[in-house]
């Protein structure tokens, strides 16, 4: 029968240091001795100790991770970790600066069903604590977490599926795919669920901040390993399967991958559907269309289509920042007494692939497993400007703008449109002066600065009249009222009909009768044209040359 104690005397008994607390001296060295002597189990109904139950001295994110593993081989198959499956994995730590150890100690008889009911703890032949106390290399030395990759295990209700079982802020795991393909699981079953299982170890849950028994282990925005959705289908394949993610959103995340807490939370009781999970729009109550109202559904299930529970909120998780090694505290021994948690079965597996022949909405996904690669801490050539949008549909690729604005719908993104009020999806540039044709205001001169003083639609550079604004970009012949090219009596006549009578205006503007350049057209325009027609004396003013 568990024993429930205080937290503070817990995490004596747990993590084996010096008591933060109130207590004196003689109270520390009793709760020790209890840690020594005391055959109790820690209920596993505790989830994970609160940050402060735990000594600052135990809270670091490691700069190196220690684990020794066993492999358990049988007739017919091997539970190996292999080469490949581990380069990934070191990959995976040393893209956020930690170096992993992954030493591969000894390989020995098969226990096809190791015995976990009193978890780590269990004795006898087929007990965890008699394999360890067996094979494991590193008895006494603080910063080592020991993993069997195993068949089976049983908690004492018969074998189960499960694909593992570890410590939660501890140093012991299990690894156990022998009831899964092949009986050792594919080679990213076996990498997923080993860095699944490293993760209790270092404090992380299946449901990252927030209780699984709530928000269950497949939480939408909540992109984990640690949780079943990716474990075994990886976090990168399982959004874009799952409609989380798009091809254009999919760059930041890779398949081997604890959460970074990117993502935003999801309000059960008012989900944006054009939002999604913040990379795409979703359609979360599964109507086959995005809806521009807020809709409530619950999303706590394997497939969301189908959940049907209590509404709350789901919160991304940033685990990378919150992982903590206990390890290397200075005394291990009383770390068997950690609670453990059992892991995805195969049976959650076949559930989330049923999801491409069940789903209305997860209909078109292949469920196999990823490939095992190293994969990069990046993708450069996906994502050049790196606003986390693949630049095979980036409609600005070498211009970070996450948001994609695009004011003219012509698919370029504002920030690399070289017209970005004017629809030109063709970007055509005749002069190559970085302004699109449709609003370079000198499409056939290179005017990069599009210079404009008098404000017309011509730029200076090729504006014949670029001082006044005359509506037309053509040479006028001054006083040429009529248009046919000379100044003569006809230009006259017409000035007068448009003064004294209301005739038609000059054209082709106005301007090109107004003689003196007053900027009106008056009788004393008329008596400039006269005098210059008849009497050769004072030309018309040339209204373009004004200074």
């Known amino acids: ?111 096809a069903v190791i015995d976990m009911s009193n978890t780590f703890q269990t004795g006898g032949s087929a007990g965890f604590a008699t394999l360890k106390s067996t094979w494991y290399d590193h008895v006494g030395q603080p910063g080592w977490h020991y993993c069997i990759m195993a068949h089976q295990y049983d908690l004492g209700g018969g074998p189960t599926t499960s694909s593992g079982y570890a410590e939660i802020l501890g140093d012991d795991f299990i690894v156990t795919l022998g009831a899964w393909s092949g009986q050792t699981g594919t080679p990213f079953d076996r990498a997923g669920t080993f860095v699944h299982e490293l993760g209790h170890n270092l404090s992380l849950r ?61 309000d059960e009781a008012a989900l944006i559907e054009a939002n999604g999970a913040g990379l795409g729009a979703v359609d979360w109550n599964c109507d086959f269309s995005i809806n521009p109202a807020p809709v409530v559904k619950d999303l706590a299930d394997y497939d969301w289509c189908f959940a049907n529970g209590t509404i709350g909120v789901s919160q991304d998780y940033d685990d990378w920042s919150n992982i903590v090694d206990v390890s290397y505290l200075a005394s291990v021994a009383s770390l068997a007494l950690r609670p453990g948690t059992s892991c995805m079965a195969l049976e959650d597996l076949e559930a989330l692939r049923s999801m491409g022949t069940e789903s209305s909405i997860m209909n078109t996904c292949d469920y196999s497993s990823p490939l095992v690669q190293v994969e990069p801490c990046v993708y450069p050539a996906d994502d050049a400007d790196t606003d986390g949008i693949l630049a095979v549909c980036d409609n600005c690729p070498v211009v970070a703008n996450g948001g994609q604005e695009d004011v003219d719908l012509d698919g370029k993104g504002d920030g690399c449109d070289n017209c970005p009020a004017l629809a030109n999806a063709g970007q055509a540039d005749g002069d190559a002066d970085g302004t699109g044709d449709v609003c370079d205001n000198c499409p056939t001169t290179p005017n990069a600065s599009q210079a404009n003083f008098d404000d017309d639609p011509f730029g200076d550079d090729c504006d014949v009249c ?71 004396a004072g030309a018309p003013c040339n209204v373009c040359a004004l200074p």
């Open 206 to 266: 299946h449901a990252g901040g927030q209780s699984e028994n709530f928000y269950t282990q497949y939480k939408p925005n909540y992109a984990s390993v640690m949780t079943y959705r990716c474990q075994t289908l990886g976090v990168r394949k399982m959004n874009l399967c799952s409609g989380l993610v798009d091809n254009c959103h999919v760059a930041p995340f890779h398949d081997l991958d604890y959460s970074h807490g990117l993502l935003p939370p999801l």
């Open 1 to 111: 029968m568990s024993t429930r104690l205080p937290k503070s005397v817990l995490a004596i008994m747990v993590l084996g240091i010096s008591w933060a607390g109130t207590a004196g001296g003689a109270e520390r060295d009793r709760a020790l001795a209890m840690a020594e002597s005391w055959p109790i189990r820690i209920p596993d109904n505790i989830e994970y100790l609160e940050p402060g139950d735990i000594p600052p001295s135990a809270m670091r994110v490691p700069s190196v991770i220690n684990v020794e593993v066993d492999i358990m081989a049988a007739a017919g198959h091997i539970h190996q970790l292999y080469q490949a499956e581990i380069d990934m994995i070191v990959g995976m730590f040393a893209c956020q600066g930690i170096t992993i150890n992954i030493e591969i100690s000894d390989t020995i008889p098969e226990t």
């Open 466 to 536: 670029p001082a006044v604004a005359i509506g037309v970009n053509i040479v006028l012949l001054s006083g040429d009222v009529t248009n046919d090219g000379s100044v003569t009596s006809q230009d006259i006549i017409s000035m007068v009909n448009h003064v004294f009578k209301s005739g038609p205006a000059p054209v082709p503007v106005p301007l090109v009768g107004d003689a003196d350049c007053s900027g009106t057209l008056t009788a004393n325009d008329i008596i400039r044209l006269v005098n210059y027609v008849f009497k050769s």
